[in-house]
Nanobody, 115 residues
Framework: QGQLVESGGGLVQPGGSLRLSCAASRIIFSLYDMGWYRQAPGKERELVATISSGGSTNYKDSVKGRFTISRDNAKNMVYLQMNSLKPEDTAVYYC?????????WGQGTQVTVSS
């Protein structure tokens, strides 16, 4: 069974930055498409950004130009650099790994944007 562990969440002021990390284990990481999702209180989980096994990226419109997803296949890591954070970015952020019908989720890390 694959395992994903997120880190890097916390409390940040509006306009600030955070870098989320996700460490993957027990999977052939380079074969998986990786993604970051988030879920705010009372809302459904939504896609934030994805990066394919080949390195292609995709972003939710509201984070384009502010967030950057990247991966390091040598370290089995995926990152989400978040800049110019807004209160509406507050949510639990989840790491996802997917290959065909096989997928895994991390436990989530809380990001709170507040003054």
């Amino acid at each position: 069974q694959g395992q994903l562990v997120e880190s890097g969440g916390g409390l940040v002021q509006p306009g600030g930055s955070l870098r989320l990390s996700c460490a993957a284990s027990r999977i052939i990481f380079s074969l998986y498409d990786m993604g970051w999702y988030r879920q705010a209180p009372g809302k459904e989980r939504e896609l934030v950004a994805t990066i394919s096994s080949g390195g292609s990226t995709n972003y939710k419109d509201s984070v384009k130009g502010r967030f950057t997803i990247s991966r390091d296949n040598a370290k089995n890591m995926v990152y989400l650099q978040m800049n110019s954070l807004k209160p509406e970015d507050t949510a639990v952020y989840y790491c996802n790994a997917q290959m065909m019908t096989q997928y895994y989720w991390g436990q989530g890390t809380q990001v709170t944007v507040s003054s």
